[in-house]
C-alpha cells in the first residue's frame, strides 16, 4: 500500500464551496482514484471516480455540484465541491486501485480499492 494524503477540508455554510486534495505517492500507468465519504451511523459511500484513460464517475447526490480532478505533474487528485449542502457533511476519503481503469458499469465498492487516506472531515451548516 501507497499513502495517500488529504487536505483541505474545513467548516463552511451551506452554499459554500471547498477544495479537497489528495497526494498519490503511489504511480502506475493504469489507476483508478476516487473520492468516498462516511457520514456518522452510515456506510461509507462512493462520491466521485477519476480514471487514468479519463472518465470520470460522479453520485447523482453530487452530481453538477462537485468536481473530480488530477494534476499529474503534483501527483495530486482534487474535489471541487460547490453548492454544498448540509447533507454533504461527512468525513471524506481519498482512495486509489493501481493497474486498472475504473469501472463505469457499475458503482465500484469500498473493497475494490486497495490505497487509503486517512480522511479530512467535511462540515456543513444551514
Known amino acids: 500500500q501507497v499513502p495517500l494524503v488529504e487536505s483541505g477540508g474545513g467548516s463552511v455554510q451551506s452554499g459554500g464551496s471547498l477544495r479537497l486534495s489528495c497526494v498519490a505517492f503511489?504511480?502506475?500507468?493504469?489507476?483508478?482514484m476516487g473520492w468516498f465519504r462516511q457520514a456518522p451511523d452510515k456506510e461509507r459511500e462512493l462520491v466521485s471516480t477519476?480514471?487514468?484513460?479519463?472518465?470520470?464517475s460522479y453520485a447523482d447526490s453530487v452530481k453538477g455540484r462537485f468536481t473530480i480532478s488530477r494534476d499529474n505533474a503534483k501527483n495530486t487528485l482534487y474535489l471541487q465541491m460547490d453548492s454544498l449542502k448540509t447533507e454533504d457533511t461527512a468525513m471524506y476519503y481519498c482512495?486509489?486501485?493501481?493497474?486498472?481503469?475504473?469501472?463505469?458499469?457499475?458503482?465500484?465498492?469500498?473493497?475494490?480499492?486497495?490505497?487509503w487516506g486517512q480522511g479530512t472531515q467535511v462540515t456543513v451548516s444551514s
Open positions: 482512495a486509489a486501485l493501481y493497474g486498472v481503469w475504473c469501472r463505469f458499469d457499475r458503482v465500484m465498492a469500498v473493497t475494490e480499492f486497495t490505497d
Open positions: 503511489g504511480y502506475a500507468s493504469r489507476y483508478c
Open positions: 477519476l480514471s487514468s484513460d479519463g472518465p470520470t
